[in-house]
């Protein structure tokens, strides 16, 4: 099993410009989550799909959107990226059930917007 | 919302010492505290998570205490080692069952020094 995957790993883009990360897992999991790493300010929660079909807003959802395109499949889109996004980004996923909490996380995308 | 505050940001031990990472929360509802460790330049995992029910929870060297009255939680780490370098996260969750929305600290960056 390959876990959690994430494309792509590194991408450098323009104030203005649009892009879609990727992420799939293949562990059958329900929920799955997208975070935000700066330096001293820990994982913030950008958004999380609690189950197929259902999107919510984290902590700091501005500036992004989200599609949870199946069960295995949960993409972030930057509509008009902007240097206060860059950022690391690490999706995540959950069994989302009564008998585990654990979240899996993804080996990150490093974004720089210039 | 739910504010985890994590102490101290940096701590630096011998080799053989143990280290203590501290946590405080916000919301009285959540009752799921979770640690990740993360090397540098790779995704967090789960080392260890307590619930509420549970005071203390030991795995190895490592040890989480919970004090839901005061509403804060302490990692420990007996019998320090050089891997055991990275940056730690202490997170709380409302668990409600199924999917968890985890607010994390800041981390700690532990430098064990051979």
């Known amino acids: 099993n390959a876990g959690v995957t994430q494309t792509p790993k590194f991408q450098v883009l323009k104030t203005g410009q649009s892009m879609t990360l990727q992420c799939a897992q293949d562990?059958?999991?329900?929920?799955m989550y997208w975070y935000r790493q700066d330096p001293g300010m820990g994982l913030r929660l950008i958004y999380y799909s609690a189950s197929e079909g259902t999107t919510d807003k984290g902590e700091v959802p501005n500036g992004y959107n989200v599609s949870r395109l199946n069960k295995r499949e949960f993409s972030l889109r930057l509509e008009s990226a902007a240097p206060s996004q860059t950022s690391v980004y690490f999706c995540?996923?959950?069994?989302?059930?009564?008998?585990?909490?654990?979240?899996?996380f993804g080996p990150g995308t490093r974004l720089t917007v210039l | 919302g739910e504010n985890v505050e994590q102490h101290p940001s940096t701590l630096s031990v011998q080799e053989g010492d143990s280290a203590v990472i501290k946590c405080t929360y916000s919301?009285?509802?959540?009752?799921?505290f979770p640690w990740y460790k993360q090397e540098l330049g790779k995704r967090p995992q789960l080392i260890i998570d307590i619930r509420s029910n549970v005071g203390e929870k030991k795995d190895q060297r490592i040890a989480v205490t919970l004090n839901k009255t005061a509403k804060h939680f302490s990692l420990h780490i007996t019998e320090t080692q050089p891997e055991d370098s990275a940056v730690y996260f202490c997170a709380a969750s409302p668990y409600s069952g199924g999917y968890q929305k985890v607010t994390f600290g800041t981390g700690t960056k532990l430098q064990v020094i051979p």
């Open positions: 919301d009285s509802a959540s009752n799921y």
């Open positions: 562990m059958n999991h329900n929920s």
């Open positions: 995540a996923s959950s069994p989302g059930t009564s008998s585990s909490n654990e979240q899996f």
